[in-house]
């Protein structure tokens, strides 16, 4: 019986790490993963050709002295696609992507793309100047450029001898 007992709880265990582990993965996917939505879905639609409901947005960001750069995948889209705020220290970015539906005669297996409208919320590393905001979309790629504010810039303090 001891056995038995002893099984069970190493099976409890094991489920509870697997559940840590998943957690985990969904903790550190959060601000990666885009969630779209779209409304002109009407009734069931087969699984095989309902459009994603996820997708990877890939951003990189990075810092320079005096600026923060964020660049965004998003192919397949128009620069007025997107909406983009500051938001305390986020770079909020939302938008639509639209499907193309064109191909007549031709029947979908499988759709993997996204298509609908997104929100991503990209977390910023520094304080920014929400005045100082530039972007621009060019091959699928958009770039925001968000200039440091006075106070989050790095300046290297000169030490006097006594």
């Not at 069970?8 to 559940?19: M, Q």
Request: aromatic share 6%.
């Amino acid at each position: 019986m001891k056995t038995l007992k002893k099984m069970s709880e190493d099976i409890g265990r094991t489920w509870d790490t697997i559940s840590d582990g998943w957690r985990e993965l969904i903790h550190r996917c959060t601000d990666s993963l885009t969630r779209f939505t779209n409304d002109d879905a009407q009734g069931e639609v087969d699984i095989a050709t309902k459009p994603a409901q996820w997708g990877l947005l890939a951003a990189d960001i990075a810092t320079t002295k005096d600026h923060v750069i964020v660049r965004l995948e998003a192919p397949g889209m128009r620069s007025d696609d997107f909406n983009i705020e500051v938001h305390d220290d986020r770079l909020e970015i939302s938008g639509e992507k639209h499907a193309e539906r064109t191909e007549k005669g031709r029947g979908f297996v499988r759709t993997e793309r996204a298509f609908g409208r997104f929100h991503r919320s990209i977390p910023l590393p520094a304080e920014v100047d929400v005045d100082d905001v530039k972007a621009n979309y060019k091959h699928g790629v958009l770039e925001v450029e968000l200039a440091k504010h006075e106070r989050a810039k790095t300046r290297k303090i000169k030490i006097t001898a006594r």
